[in-house]
């Protein structure tokens, strides 16, 4: 959906741009927080 590597992606939500749910080893990340992610921050 953003269309970047799962590494930039990790990278978003340990800096807290993105907020995820932990769940086990990987996160669950809501389609809301993607786009207030896209809406908001202008660095994609």
Not at 2 to 23: D, R
């Amino acid at each position: 959906m953003l269309g970047m590597c799962s590494k930039k992606v990790y990278e978003l939500i340990h800096n807290g741009k993105l907020l995820a749910i932990p769940c086990g080893k990987k996160f669950k990340v809501a389609k809301l927080s993607v786009i207030e992610y896209l809406l908001t921050d202008t660095a994609v």
